[in-house]
């Protein structure tokens, strides 16, 4: 048995931290995860800083800020300078790998990332940069030709993880395994899983808001219920994944020297608030799932309200597993509290979109900075114009912004205060988008992913 615990790292694209069986959705069938939760922690306030594919990526491997680790919108490459856990574990004699979806190779999304610094610190790898096509999976190794899987991509990729852990090798390991489910196209789940959620039963969150036909209408005029039944449906499927790898380790003699974690990127409205998507600060767009056990070490059947974000996940870990220290990370390592013992407990976590971007942008929103505190949820433009202030004690689903109520000057206020200390930590000063880029000298990067992603109407600089 390796001195050093194995870290098991699975997370989903674009699913939201109030769908699970253990975090009280009834509607969703999610045994093996709810399993994950009662052997170990559930943390019921974790968070996407910013939350929207690449940054929150860059952020869980760096432990850093967007715009501390220069990755401030979708498809601006994680740069190569950037250390990250996977090489802390690589350069500590562990084996590592990731599977699955990257997106933290710039573009063209179907590009090559060959072996070396571009793969930071993963030596098995099985990825494909970008994309959503979820019956023809497919991988890069460590030759430039494209590897097809057969079936649902999230079954295949778990097959590839259950290669890896089967490996004769006696060195700990780091794997991560990233699946593309449930973010859209939400309808490409196998027919076997949506047959288990009848659209006609599903409930609609309090807060769901219909969405007038208009530019600003992202939904393509889906049906929410059965999008929700589809969603819930591919929830589940990667459930009995996890439940794969659950049961491999298990098998294996694996199990009680492992650290398994199960999360999001972030979230997805589908219509709370009238909305689509993700780059938002509502619950539904930024709250994560976050369960994570490790038998003899993090306390079974344990709850932790205790303010968690992406970026404290690097950091974290690490101390876990008894490795090095991120340079300048800055998240917290919240390890004394995942052991049960007293750890941070930070009054906030901060919030970001700094750049507006694509489905957000269609939608009409504009660049923002937040806060989140165990009851309040802040929101203001990057501009200083107010946005949203909700109790979430009082209104759990947020349905009433307090942002211009006299009575709520006070908490503003304090918020505000809060959040001003984020930005003087994070060197943010709220500049405009544009400058933003310039002044990180990202605006060559900028222009390609613009030119690529959307070639009929380019936002170039």
Known sequence: MPANPNLLFVFADQ?????LGCAGNAQVQTPHMDRLAAEGMRFT????????????????LTGKYPLTCRVIANDLPLPEDERTIGEVCRDAGYRTGYVGKWHLDGVPRSRFTPPGPRRHGFDYWRVFNCHHQYFQGKYFADEPEVQHLDGYEPVGQTDLCLDFLRQDDDRPFCLFLSFGPPHDPYDQVPEEYRARYDPDKIELRPNFKPIPPGPRDISGQRDPRVTLA???AAITALDEQLGRLLDALQELGLAENTIVVYSSDHGDMLWSQGRMKKQQPWE??????????????????STCDSLLSVVDL????????GLPALPDAEGADFSPTMLGGSGPDPESVFLCDVVTMDEAHRQGLREWRGVRTRRHTYARFADGEGWML??????????????AEPSAASTR???????????????????AWQEQIRRLGLVELWNARERELHPGDPRLL
């Open 230 to 232: 589809n969603y819930y």
């Open 314 to 321: 690097a950091p974290s870990l690490l101390s876990l597993m």
């Open 45 to 60: 306030h974790a968070y996407a800083n910013c939350p929207v594919c690449t940054p929150s990526r860059a952020g869980l």
């Open 284 to 301: 539904e767009s930024a709250l994560i799932p976050f369960l994570i056990r490790w038998p003899g070490h993090i306390p079974a059947a």
């Open 390 to 403: 909700y109790d979430n004690e009082k209104d759990p689903y947020q349905l009433n912004n307090l942002i």
């Open 413 to 431: 206020d304090h918020l505000e205060h809060e959040l001003r200390s984020w930005l003087d930590r994070t060197r943010d000063s709220c500049a």
């Open 15 to 19: 699913m939201r931290g109030m769908d």
